[in-house]
């Protein structure tokens, strides 16, 4: 199959930044229309997508954000996102230091990982008019651990690292979801590699985002700004969390 100009070759873009990235770690509203997301009440939830490129090709294909997910009530959550994902460091991170750990475990005030990939969805178990569009991802630190180690590769397996992303040399990953709440969990397997239908590139390259805009649109931004941890604050006094 002949590649066309848009196509990349991502393990050459990014093999290297990559492998940095790995040394460094193992040394030390309303949704938008077009984010996918695991049906929270939902006892199975089965997901067969293809992983794709990032809006800049230079990009790694995941950006991964913190958020404060402030609980209110049953299905209810305020969310915050937290300044470590925009300015590198957060007030609210500052000021939950001063709570006791029962009180920020209990009210779950501190940050936790979301992940946002691009992807097109092959096949939707619970909504299955997603099938066939290209929508962006939300998920967790499990299935991301799975995409490294993809990513990653083992020598003393023999396995080369497979860039799941890749148009051309790419795999369709099942995930499904079982469980709800504190029960949940999930199970990813990825299926062999094969080229997507060059047919689709138009619609593709047309419709991928930069997911970490993406991300950091979809929660309010926490900043060093005084005003931003007053409300905050404010929002935990009427909450009765504080």
């Known amino acids: 199959m002949k590649k066309t100009s848009r196509r990349k070759d991502y393990r050459a873009l990014h093999e290297t ?52 997910n402030i609980y209110i009530g049953p299905d209810t959550y305020h ?19 001063g709570l006791d750990d029962e009180t920020v475990k209990k009210s779950r005030l501190y940050a936790t990982k ?22 962006v991802l939300e998920y967790s630190q499990t299935t991301q651990n799975f995409l490294m180690e993809m990513l990653k590769g083992d020598e003393e397996m023999d396995e080369k690292p497979s860039y ?25 397997k990825a299926l062999k590699p094969e080229a997507l239908d060059e047919d689709l590139d138009d619609m593709i390259f047309a419709e991928i985002e930069d997911t970490k805009k993406f991300g950091l649109q979809l929660n309010k931004i926490a900043s060093n700004d005084e005003k931003m941890l007053q409300d905050y604050k404010h929002f935990l006094e009427t909450a009765d969390i504080i």
């Open 114 to 135: 979301k992940y946002y990939s691009n992807v097109l969805v092959i096949s939707d178990s619970v909504n299955p008019d997603n099938n066939g569009k290209v929508m």
């Open 164 to 188: 799941y992303y890749d148009l051309e040399h790419g795999s369709t990953i099942v995930i499904k979801k079982e469980g709800i709440r504190i029960n949940t969990k999930y199970i990813m």
């Open 79 to 97: 969310f915050i996102t937290c300044g470590q994902s925009t300015s590198g460091t957060c007030p609210i991170c500052e000021f939950n230091r």
């Open 17 to 68: 930044k990559l492998k940095e990235s790995f040394s460094k770690s193992e040394s030390n509203y309303e949704a938008p229309k077009k984010l996918l997301k695991f049906d929270s009440k939902a006892e199975k939830h089965v997901l067969k997508v293809r992983f794709l490129p990032n809006k800049n090709p230079d990009d790694f294909p995941f950006s991964q954000i913190k958020s404060h």
